[in-house]
């Protein structure tokens, strides 16, 4: 029986002129001549090319499985055909492979490009290029020219201009220029779809407006840079992939957006996919593939090119991973995806030698990791947040044990149930329907002093700024951006033996090198000084954010409103801030 039949075409050029010179091989079958698709093809294919191929799987899901190499003989009956081939330029020549049943032209089982050519003692050997290889490329050349404006500043020339593609979360943004908080998140010349969310340091923006398309990219960074962002906010402009902070930002911005639009947005694994390769020129993806895979995996996804090695098939092969998904290409070139999927198997082959380096551990469940997060963040890069069951009094009991009842809660209390020191039923007699005092029922002598009081709770952030600097020993406001850590409350006309009760927390961080202390204060609106009962100094060492609560006592505040402010000194080193609290605990007589 004879053997499948093998046609081999290849496009290698002449050395005198460079002109593409036809060649036709032919090997197998034996039951008929050589004569397909009107043309004689030569003998001499020695067998069947060897193909090897590869499908990663190194405990994690792989993305892609192409062929990598095939190499065909040639050995024709004697020494001419080959000497005559061999005089032409073989190297990116245009190569396809037939193989089939004789009788009519076999259907191509691969296509592509020569990678080199070999003869010696009458034979020929061709190897193929990896079928992939035109798009085992790098992506990015744009690169920012450091001239200002749009190409942004000095120390940005050379650097390659990152492009975003579907939905990415936790982007970082770059200051393309300083002066003006202005920061990119990608190529601007390349608009964004949208940019959906802004954080300083992970606090998110107080509020967020958006600058539109002034008719030039030029124009419209003008625009941004001239524009009024909203206190503890931004202006974005996705329009040229930049946003405006309000002010200088106490640590790194990111935020969440919809990369380049170009034909169109896209946010699919398949779609993104498709985008890539087309963006570096690559070959096209077999009918309807895009569309089938993107409806088999519809879930939002984004990706980030932004270095000059991660060639785009190491990109397909991390997107299509996440998602379970497998490319690879058709023996015409084009590109093809599937789902990873157990069942009846598809086709099957011999193996010629198996060898088996290491077992795999069995897994009950694998996270894919779609929704990247591009930015993973330490604790000390996040604003520091002070939860209510953190501050505490000297004797450890926390302050949200003391804090007021919620509404309703002695709603309904038994007779002899006690609300503090008083029972339900006087508590009930005493007070009328909808509040205030029951008529006859307070016996003005039993007045406290300072029954009657205003005070207020007091809250600053300092987003990780300093007050002063090293060693410099001289009291200053506990402030930021000109608004001082301050509290007021109201006493009485004719009130006596008042004290005022307050709880100052602040927290805050070592900024480097030696440990720092600092001291602190409350200075009254009149120029008296309260010192704290506790702690001579706060000490801040080691990393990450420390938080002191330290109790001040005014032992004769004034009549009518009194104003108190925080204040700080740096003994050695200077700690940088996170927030300040001022609680009035009580006033008593």
């Known amino acids: 029986m004879a053997g499948p039949l093998i046609l081999v075409e290849a496009q290698p050029r002449s050395v005198s002129d460079g002109a593409p010179q036809t060649v036709r091989l032919a090997g197998g079958g034996g039951a008929l001549p050589y004569h397909y698709a009107g043309a004689h093809w030569r003998a001499g294919i020695e067998a069947l090319p060897t193909i090897i191929a590869s499908l990663d799987y190194e405990e994690e899901i792989s993305g892609g499985g192409v062929a990598q190499a095939m190499t065909l003989s040639f050995a024709p009956n004697g020494h001419a055909a080959v000497d005559d081939l061999s005089r032409h330029f073989w190297p990116d020549a245009a190569i396809t492979v037939r193989i089939g049943p004789e009788g009519a032209l076999p259907p191509i089982v691969a296509s592509g ?20 290889a035109d ?22 020339d050379g650097i390659l201009k990152r492009r975003v593609w579907g939905r990415v979360w936790n982007l970082q943004a770059e200051p393309i220029d300083p002066a003006n908080n202005v920061y990119a998140l990608a190529d601007p010349l390349r ?24 008719g030039t990219a030029a124009a419209t960074l003008a625009a941004l840079q001239g524009a009024s962002a909203p206190a503890g906010g931004g202006v974005v402009c996705p329009s040229i992939a930049c946003l405006k902070w309000w002010t200088q930002p106490s640590g790194d911005l990111h935020a969440d957006v919809q990369g380049e639009i170009g034909a169109g947005y896209v946010e699919t694994t398949a779609q993104i996919a498709e985008r890539l390769v087309q963006a570096l020129g690559g070959p096209a993806f077999a009918a309807g593939t895009v569309a089938a895979a993107a409806a088999l995996r519809p879930a939002p996804i984004g990706w980030v090119a932004k270095d000059e090695s991660t060639t785009v098939a190491a990109m397909l092969d991390d997107l299509m991973a996440s998602n379970s998904l497998l490319w690879l290409l058709d023996p015409t070139g084009a590109i093809i995806i599937r789902p990873w999927a157990w069942g009846a198997s598809a086709a099957s082959a011999v193996s010629q030698d198996v060898i088996r380096q290491r077992m795999i551990r069995p897994v009950a469940t694998r996270r894919l990791g779609y929704r990247r997060n591009e930015s993973r963040m330490a604790r000390g890069d996040l604003v520091a947040i002070v939860l209510a069951s953190e501050v505490a009094y000297l004797d450890g009991t926390p302050i949200s044990d003391l804090q007021p009842a919620e509404a309703g809660a002695t709603s309904g209390a038994p007779s002899g149930t006690n609300v503090g020191d008083i029972s339900a039923d006087d508590v009930s007699s005493t007070i009328a329907d909808g509040g205030g005092v029951a008529e006859n029922q307070v016996n003005t002598a039993a007045i406290v002093d300072n029954a009657v009081t205003e005070s207020n709770f007091a809250l600053l952030d300092l987003f990780g700024a300093s007050v002063g600097t090293d060693d410099d020993n001289v009291w200053r406001n506990f402030a930021y951006a000109g608004v001082a850590l301050a509290t007021t409350f109201t006493r009485p006309e004719g009130a006596t033996d008042t004290t005022a009760v307050f709880l100052v927390t602040v927290v805050g961080a070592r900024t480097g090198g030696d440990n720092d202390r600092v001291s602190l204060r409350m200075r009254r609106g009149d120029g008296t000084i309260l010192l704290p009962s506790e702690h001579s100094y706060l000490l801040f060492e080691g990393g990450g954010n420390t938080a002191y609560t330290v109790p001040f006592f005014d032992a004769a505040p004034l009549d009518g409103t009194n104003s108190y402010t925080v204040q700080t000194k740096n003994v050695v080193g200077h700690p940088v801030w996170e927030r300040g609290i001022v609680i009035p605990v009580r006033l008593s007589k």
Request: glycine content about 10%.
């Open 191 to 214: 608009p964004l779809q949208a940019i959906n969310a802004v954080r300083d340091r992970g606090a998110p923006a107080a509020a967020l407006t958006e600058l539109a398309w002034q």
């Open 135 to 156: 798009i085992k490329k790098p992506l990015l050349t744009d690169r920012y020219a450091g001239t200002g404006g749009l190409e942004g500043p000095a120390a940005w």
């Open 113 to 132: 490009k020569v990678l080199e050519m070999a003869s010696a003692e009458g034979k020929m050997s061709i190897a193929l290029a990896d079928p992939a």
